[in-house]
T-cell receptor, first 114, second 112 residues
């Protein structure tokens, strides 16, 4: 049972480049989330999804896009990367519809934009 | 003012001491409260989870919630060097999306 898998683990992007951060879970969780973590700032919600085909913005969505075509996958797209997007990105999932409110997190993607 | 406030530390204690962590919050709509532990360069992992005011114990960990004061605490008894990590409080409400709001984390160092 792999839980939440994020790829890649590390990436360096040049300003203006684009990339997709991958997230997959094998726990049949309906709810999935993308957070970014900056030093000393805690976790800020970028986008979330309550099921396949349904996504919504979080606290800091600008510069990002998501899609949710399957229950398992929730990729995060960065268009026109900027230095302000240098951060550690975490994907998480939960089975809230089964009464479980705790999140399972992936191991993160460390992104540097130069 | 942040919705959830947490002292960043670092908090340094000798092995065997009690570690005391806390968070304050401003949103009275929060209904459930969690503590996550995050080791360096890893994702957060859920430690404790509670709905109501009062205490919840799990092994060496005790979580306290005081909704009237908007204050939550985590105590770690008999601390071990392996408890050295960043501890994040998180809270949410049974609204659409089950979004959690996190504190900034407290870094804890347990010295042998």
């Amino acid at each position: 049972n792999a839980g939440v898998t994020q790829t890649p683990k590390f990436r360096i992007l040049k300003i203006g480049q684009s990339m997709t951060l991958q997230c997959a879970q094998d726990m049949n969780h309906n709810y999935m989330y993308w957070y970014r973590q900056d030093p000393g700032m805690g976790l800020k919600l970028i986008y979330y999804s309550v099921g396949a085909g349904i996504t919504d913005k979080g606290e800091v969505p600008n510069g990002y896009n998501v899609s949710r075509s399957t229950t398992e996958d929730f990729p995060l797209r960065l268009e026109l990367a900027a230095p302000s997007q240098t951060s550690v990105y975490f994907c998480a999932s939960t089975a809230r519809d089964r009464g479980d409110y705790g999140y399972t997190f992936g191991s993160g993607t460390r992104l540097t934009v130069v | 003012q942040k919705e959830v406030e947490q002292d960043p530390g670092p908090l340094s204690v000798p092995e065997g001491a009690i570690v005391s962590l806390n968070c304050t919050y401003s949103n009275s709509a929060f209904q459930y409260f969690m503590w996550y532990r995050q080791y360096s360069r890893k994702g957060p992992e859920l430690l404790m989870y509670t709905y109501s005011s009062g205490n919840k114990e799990d092994g060496r960990f005790t979580a306290q919630v005081d909704k009237s004061s908007k204050y939550i605490s985590l105590f770690i008894r008999d601390s071990q060097p392996s408890d050295s990590a960043t501890y994040l409080c998180a809270m949410g409400a049974r609204a659409a999306g089950n979004k959690l709001t996190f504190g900034g984390g407290t870094r804890v160092l347990v010295k042998p």
